[in-house]
């Protein structure tokens, strides 16, 4: 367990050089702060009442930046060391394949969250700087995201290890931004056929990823109520399990891959 | 007692329907405080041997051991520095910064990498380009660097793949007087190389591999002594084996 702690804060601190000297975490915060300030330039205009347009506008640039970087991330984590042969020299090392592809995922989940943490905390200054701010759900919205995010690092490096590193990236994107439509037209069918087909469709809902229930950004900017803590612990346990299962599945996979 | 031993091993790749051997029933050995040359054309299957000396590719049978132990154990690799054929290290990274992470990874701690570091930058000749990155380095610049990360842990035992490619004339002397002060200070060398004359002055024995067999094993004093030069004895040696297999093949 130690061992694979000191592996991960290795990964992670190259991990994040690499991010930042790559500029891609600079280039979501300024698209951030373009969309939300480009959403409250219409108050110019003597356009009034915007606030949640704004706020919605934000979260939303916040979101989607933090999938299309995390997605990014986590596929690219393997296939990058392989591509440049560095999983030699590293798994040279006396570190087993399980411990390198947890501590890639770990890598990947912390990396991600930094700069989902680093637009949120832009975003929000900048709101108050606007005089736009937002309840305790915030908060909640924070620590789902996060879930969200453990949840597709996870799944990313699972594709990664299964599938090209453009075909892991598209799929895992897709699979992230469309779980919500996905999820929505399983529960929509369930009931209408026979119980066999029942059957599948409840194990389809199951399997799939719910990327979109760790999302709160509706709640958040029509300033609803926090949500109860209950459904905050089920969402927390859930993503762990399913984190943790797709981390199984990954180090499965590549545990008997040639390099 | 032999640092490595192979004992039959043999390595297959499965290409859809059919499978090609890169590795047949190869069996050898390597003393403590050898240097070892690993020899053939390309394709003649060094680096699949090398790779699954590594754990890198499963062997599709016999056995290989690493300081007595499995190859598939962890700790066959604790004492090992290796360097792999043309590898890009992370180009957003300086060399020292690679280096840090790859003494992280071989269990160092942070006082012993800084200690080690600066000693391994000077003996590889990239103490100037320290702190630069690594995408702004030349290919034998790059080379130097992954000489240094397989250094970083002190090995008793170095397998090297393709050591000088990359390499320039200056680059390969200052390699050949690397590898003669690590076998001063008890390290065992393995390594793969086209470059035969850096071979010769450098190694204490040969293995020349053909389609994944081992052809030819002899001391380079051997060949001194009744060859001409390791070339000539390389070329012939090779051809033979090569008519040998037409000849059944027919």
């Given at each position: 367990m130690k061992q694979t702690l000191v592996i991960c804060k290795s990964l992670i601190r190259t991990g994040l050089l690499e991010t930042f000297r790559r500029k891609e975490a600079w280039v979501v915060i300024f698209l951030t702060i373009l969309m939300t300030f480009g959403a409250y330039t219409f108050t110019f205009f003597g356009v009034s009442g915007l606030d949640i347009f704004v706020k919605d506008m934000a979260l939303t640039a916040v979101g989607l930046f933090t999938t299309i970087i995390g997605s990014v991330i986590a596929t690219r984590q393997i296939p990058d060391d392989i591509s440049r042969r560095t999983i030699f020299p590293i798994l040279s090392r006396p570190i087993t394949r399980d411990q390198y592809v947890v501590a890639r995922a770990v890598a990947a989940f912390v990396m991600t969250a930094l700069c989902f943490v680093m637009m949120t905390t832009v975003v929000t200054l900048l709101l108050a700087a606007l005089k736009l701010t937002f309840g305790l759900i915030f908060l909640q919205y924070i620590w789902l995201k996060l879930m969200a995010v453990m949840w597709l690092s996870a799944f990313g490096v699972f594709l990664s290890v299964t599938l090209s590193q453009s075909a892991a990236f598209t799929l895992c994107f897709m699979l992230a931004l469309g779980s919500g439509a996905f999820s929505r037209t399983l529960l929509l069918t369930v009931g209408e056929g026979n119980p066999a087909v029942n059957w599948v469709i409840t194990f389809l809902y199951g399997f799939l990823p719910h990327y979109a229930l760790f999302d709160t950004t509706g709640k958040v900017i029509y300033g609803w109520?926090?949500?109860?803590a209950m459904v905050v612990v089920s969402l927390t346990i859930y993503a762990i399990t399913i984190s943790a299962f797709w981390l199984y599945l990954a180090t499965r996979k590549f545990r008997g891959q040639s390099l | 007692m032999d640092i490595i031993r192979v004992e039959n091993l043999c390595v297959h790749y499965a290409n859809g329907r059919s499978s090609h051997c890169a590795v047949d029933n190869l069996s050898f050995g390597v003393r403590a405080g050898e240097i070892v040359g690993f020899l053939g054309n390309n394709g003649a299957g060094k680096s699949s041997t090398i790779k699954a000396l590594m754990g890198f590719q499963k062997p599709s049978s016999g056995s290989a051991f690493l300081f007595g132990e499995n190859i598939n154990a962890v700790a066959s690799r604790q004492r090992v520095g290796f360097l792999p054929e043309t590898a890009l290290y992370?180009?957003?990274?300086t060399p020292r910064e690679t280096l840090r992470q790859y003494g992280e990874l071989s269990g160092l701690s942070l006082s012993e990498i800084t200690a080690v570091t600066d000693a391994v930058l000077e003996k590889t000749g990239v103490r100037s380009k320290a702190d630069v990155l690594n995408r702004t380095l030349s290919k034998g610049m790059l080379q130097r660097v992954g000489l240094a990360q397989a250094l970083m842990n002190r090995p008793e035992l170095l397998i090297l793949d393709e050591v000088s490619s990359g390499l320039d004339p200056i680059g390969r002397r200052d390699l050949r007087t690397l590898l003669l002060a690590e076998r001063e200070r008890g390290a065992t060398i393995f390594f793969s190389s086209h470059q035969l004359s850096e071979v010769e002055s450098v190694c204490d024995r040969i293995l020349i591999l053909n389609h994944g067999r081992l052809i030819a094993e002899r001391t380079i004093k051997d060949i001194r002594a009744t060859e001409p030069s390791l070339e000539d004895y390389f070329v012939r040696v090779v051809s033979d084996s090569m008519s040998a297999e037409t000849g059944v093949s027919r």
């Open positions: 109520k926090p949500i109860p | 992370s180009p957003y990274l």
